[in-house]
């Protein structure tokens, strides 16, 4: 079976690609990447040379190359992690999210229905729903997205579940909550906080601290989009959430006790403009195909932090701008 990974150079995509190498022996798969800032080749660097693994580097707004890549590769499911995914960078730079997350997308299902593909796996969010105050949201609930980002998401499921209603593209939607674990950008709340305390700075928290967000350890999530890859319905949007409901102000009480430092640590800063209150999933159409969420919260953070303090080689260049230089480099020798 030969997959075409989009964004498998990302945070997700890169814990995707190695956990279905691991897990399939007779999977091939190829990673088209545009490896853009928050991209990374580092993510991967134990694959590299994995002759089952393939890398393409690439925009998936590009229509020519990704019509090369389907003439040449013949793929036979496409699983697309490709997209701008940071709500705060949305926000000074929205165009680029429109451009990416829904002409990128819009440009692979095309080139999926003109070459054909056995599967077309979309990767959603939760933030597509928009906020909610009470409950969780179901697969079937009005779309009432409020960021740029969550907007430019919307649009991109939509038009994935257009191209299943209107062509017939094996398409299926995942939309999962919040990730955290390794190889996570440290722009994100876990990511982020993480890695301050460990440089000995502040943590920002917005507003009071009082947003819920329901988290989810990637690898639980890798594994539901894989459950949805190999048993989903065509045509259906499965949500997937770890279960994890907790206030970013709880959040960071976690890490600053995880990282042995006290409240004085938490800078209370301005509040995101549009800031979704909460998010909150129903898991119950994904767990009727038999996946469940395998990581318990408390262990998986516990995780994330040690494998941040044992990687620093990792995020202090990113940090400091020394990757970004470092991979200019790595574009013009490829
Ligand atoms: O819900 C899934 C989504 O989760 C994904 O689709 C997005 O790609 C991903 O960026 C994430 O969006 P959020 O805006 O929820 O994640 P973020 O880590 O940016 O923020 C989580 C919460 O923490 C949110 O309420 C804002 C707050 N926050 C975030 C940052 C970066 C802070 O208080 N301080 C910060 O410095």
Same mark, same amino acid.
């Not at 995914?85 to 990416?100: A, C, G, Q, W, Y």
């Not at 299902?109 to 939760?126: C, M, N, P, Q």
């Given at each position: 079976?030969?997959?075409?990974?989009?964004?498998?150079?990302?945070?997700?995509?890169?814990?995707?690609?190695?956990?279905?190498?691991?897990?399939?022996?007779?999977?091939?798969?190829?990673?088209?990447?545009?490896?853009?800032?928050?991209?990374?080749?580092?993510?991967?660097?134990?694959?590299?040379?994995?002759?089952?693994?393939?890398?393409?580097?690439?925009?998936?707004?590009?229509?020519?190359?990704?019509?090369?890549?389907?003439?040449?590769?013949?793929?036979?499911?496409?699983?697309?992690?490709?997209?701008?995914?940071?709500?705060?960078?949305?926000?000074?730079?929205?165009?680029?999210?429109?451009?990416?997350?829904?002409?990128?997308?819009?440009?692979? =299902?095309?080139?999926?229905?003109?070459?054909?593909?056995?599967?077309? $796996?979309?990767?959603? !969010?939760?933030?597509?729903?928009?906020?909610?105050?009470?409950?969780?949201?179901?697969?079937?609930?009005?779309?009432? #997205?409020?960021?740029?980002?969550?907007?430019?998401?919307?649009?991109?499921?939509?038009?994935?579940?257009?191209?299943?209603?209107?062509?017939?593209?094996?398409?299926?939607? !995942?939309?999962?909550?919040?990730?955290?674990?390794?190889?996570?950008?440290?722009?994100?709340?876990?990511?982020?906080?993480?890695?301050?305390? =460990?440089?000995?700075?502040?943590?920002?928290?917005?507003?009071?601290?009082?947003?819920?967000?329901?988290?989810?350890?990637?690898?639980?999530?890798?594994?539901?989009?894989?459950?949805?890859?190999?048993?989903?319905?065509?045509?259906?949007?499965?949500?997937?959430?770890?279960?994890?409901?907790?206030?970013?102000?709880?959040?960071?009480?976690?890490?600053?006790?995880?990282?042995?430092?006290?409240?004085?640590?938490?800078?209370?800063?301005?509040?995101? #403009?549009?800031?979704?209150?909460?998010?909150?999933?129903?898991?119950?159409?994904?767990?009727? =195909?038999?996946?469940?969420?395998?990581?318990?919260?408390?262990?998986?953070?516990?995780? !994330?932090?040690?494998?941040?303090?044992?990687?620093?080689?990792?995020?202090?260049?990113?940090?400091?701008? $020394?990757?970004?230089?470092?991979?200019?480099?790595?574009?013009?020798?490829?």
């Amino acid at each position: 079976m030969k997959l075409l990974i989009t964004g498998g150079a990302g945070f997700i995509g890169s814990n995707f690609i190695r956990y279905i190498l691991n897990k399939y022996s007779d999977y091939w798969i190829i990673n088209f990447d545009i490896v853009s800032y928050c991209a990374n080749f580092e993510n991967l660097k134990d694959i590299e040379k994995n002759p089952r693994y393939k890398f393409i580097k690439g925009d998936i707004c590009d229509e020519k190359l990704v019509n090369k890549i389907f003439q040449k590769e013949k793929p036979d499911f496409v699983v697309n992690f490709a997209a701008e995914s940071h709500v705060d960078r949305s926000i000074l730079e929205p165009k680029k999210f429109t451009r990416t997350n829904i002409l990128g997308t819009h440009t692979l =299902l095309e080139t999926a229905r003109k070459y054909g593909v056995k599967k077309f $796996e979309h990767i959603s !969010t939760d933030e597509v729903y928009g906020t909610i105050k009470k409950e969780e949201f179901k697969e079937t609930d009005v779309l009432l #997205p409020n960021s740029p980002y969550a907007v430019s998401k919307a649009g991109a499921d939509l038009l994935a579940r257009a191209y299943y209603k209107t062509f017939g593209l094996p398409v299926l939607i !995942t939309r999962s909550s919040n990730n955290f674990g390794p190889y996570q950008f440290p722009e994100k709340l876990i990511s982020l906080f993480i890695t301050n305390l =460990l440089e000995n700075k502040k943590v920002p928290l917005y507003g009071k601290g009082l947003n819920i967000r329901d988290w989810i350890y990637v690898l639980d999530n890798c594994s539901g989009i894989d459950t949805v890859l190999h048993k989903g319905e065509i045509g259906e949007i499965y949500n997937i959430g770890g279960g994890n409901e907790f206030t970013n102000l709880e959040i960071a009480k976690f890490i600053l006790k995880e990282l042995s430092k006290d409240e004085s640590f938490i800078e209370y800063i301005k509040d995101r #403009p549009g800031h979704d209150f909460r998010y909150a999933l129903d898991t119950r159409k994904i767990k009727k =195909l038999g996946w469940k969420p395998e990581h318990k919260f408390g262990e998986a953070i516990r995780k !994330t932090a040690k494998w941040y303090k044992e990687n620093a080689s990792w995020w202090e260049k990113i940090k400091s701008g $020394e990757y970004l230089k470092y991979y200019k480099k790595q574009y013009k020798n490829l």
